[in-house]
């Protein structure tokens, strides 16, 4: 018996096996968080570049004068440039009119965390005009997600423009 316990423990042939089974979980781990993190990023970089897009209409004055709903005009167009990795039916836009610069509110926010809007009202020629959109980001992977964000695994992103809107009525003769 005790040679039979002596030859065992001198093999080593399953050692490589052994130690990659035990490093392979964090390992796992640590390569899914790296992309977990890469497509956050990607979405917040997203959110920002489709906001921009978007806010562009109401500062050339194109939205103003479209004589369409101006919310869902501002969402087409967001929604056309955030075609990837996020979901438009979960952004949540708002857009006031300012009376000068230093009327600036912070935004307000629900039990849950989420943004609330107060209204979409772009303004018009001249105006100063806050723009700002919200997505709650959810982490895809579930193992990951709770590590990074707590429990529910989602991210806040908020992107926000304050601009004046191009005097593009014009007083001619």
Not at 41 to 52: H, K, M, P, V, Y
Request: charged share 20%; glycine share 8%; aromatic share 10%.
């Amino acid at each position: 018996m005790k040679r039979f316990v002596d030859k065992f423990r001198k093999k080593d042939d399953g050692a490589t096996a052994i130690e990659f089974s035990m490093l392979l979980l964090p390992y796992l781990m640590l390569c899914l968080g790296i992309i977990e993190l890469s497509l956050m990023f990607t979405s917040a970089s997203l959110l920002e570049g489709a906001t921009g897009s978007a806010a562009r209409l109401i500062r050339t004055g194109q939205l103003q004068q479209s004589g369409q709903d101006p919310e869902t005009v501002f969402r087409d167009a967001f929604c056309q440039f955030a075609v990837v990795l996020i979901e438009c039916n979960d952004v949540v836009i708002e857009v006031t009119t300012l009376d000068s610069y230093s009327d600036f509110t912070p935004p307000v926010y629900d039990a849950d965390g989420n943004m609330v809007s107060s209204g979409f009202d772009a303004g018009g020629s001249d105006a100063k005009v806050l723009i700002r959109v919200s997505y709650r980001y959810s982490m895809i992977t579930p193992l990951v997600g709770p590590i990074l964000n707590g429990a529910d695994g989602t991210t806040l992103f908020m992107s926000t423009i304050v601009l004046q809107s191009e005097p593009y009525e014009f007083q001619g003769s």
